[in-house]
């Protein structure tokens, strides 16, 4: 059966520092990638997403970058956080064949101070 | 652009209550639609989808929604809340064929008392 991890589960960093927040999917092969924030009260924003290795879409234009390094890695990025980055972080997958629903990761908890 | 609205942000009921989430959307060509839950500390996970067929379409736990194309909705209800139910559910949307994404509405946080 097919998993999705994320780590870390939440993580605490000063404005100005880097982040590096890490997604894997795994028991799946070549599945279309998201990444996307929640913010209390405003739903999920889709951040970026990504149907194969290099190839990353950005829907908002932001601080924040990512990279599919490998098949089934996505990793979110930034190089100085802002205040405004803070909140949760979901990573998702769904199959590249069916057009299906996405199945979500355990999120990130990221507190810019 | 679609966009998805789900007007309750915040809805509390007594156990056994009957539950009706609104969930409109604009986009006027075809669409798959999906009522996700988030359960206290829990995923994110699928309740139900409907992408063809019977507007009417059974999730788990009971819960049902029904497509009505004419009012660009897409309901959630269950006939008897339970406490076990107390989490956030978020409608969303995605042009048929399309797997680039989701739109999300803002989420409504339900609250069942015991």
């Known amino acids: 059966s097919q998993t999705i991890h994320q780590w870390p589960a939440t993580l ?40 194969g290795i290099g190839q990353i879409s950005s829907e908002v234009p ?15 990025s930034s190089k100085k956080l802002l205040l405004s980055d803070s909140g ?6 769904n199959s590249g064949f069916s057009y299906n629903e996405q199945f979500f990761g355990p999120g990130t ?3 810019v101070l | 652009a679609q966009s998805v609205s789900q007007h309750n942000h915040h809805v509390i009921l007594s156990e056994a209550a009957s539950l009706e ?16 839950v988030q359960y206290p500390g829990q995923h994110l ?8 067929g019977d507007p ?31 989490a956030e559910y978020f409608c969303a949307v995605n042009r048929a064929g399309s797997a680039r994404q989701l739109t999300f509405g ?3 946080q339900l609250t069942v008392l015991p």
């Open chain 2, 45 to 52: 996970q699928l309740l139900l989808k409907y992408f063809s």
């Open chain 2, 21 to 36: 989430l609104g969930c409109n959307y604009s986009y006027g060509g075809t669409v798959n639609l999906f009522w996700y």
């Open chain 2, 106 to 108: 803002s989420g409504t």
């Open chain 1, 62 to 76: 932001q601080n924040l970058s990512a990279s599919r390094p490998q098949d089934r890695q996505f990793i979110l």
């Open chain 1, 109 to 111: 908890r990221l507190t």
């Open chain 2, 56 to 86: 009417l379409v059974k999730g788990i736990k009971g819960f049902e929604a029904e497509f009505i194309k004419s009012k660009f909705s897409f309901n959630l209800r269950k006939p008897s809340v339970q406490w076990s139910d107390t």
């Open chain 1, 12 to 51: 605490v960093q000063p404005v100005g520092s880097p982040l590096s927040l890490e997604c894997t999917v795994e028991g799946t092969s070549n599945p279309n990638l998201y990444w996307y924030r929640q913010a209390a009260g405003r739903g999920l924003q889709l951040l970026f997403y990504s149907v």
């Open chain 1, 88 to 93: 949760f972080y979901l990573c998702a997958w």
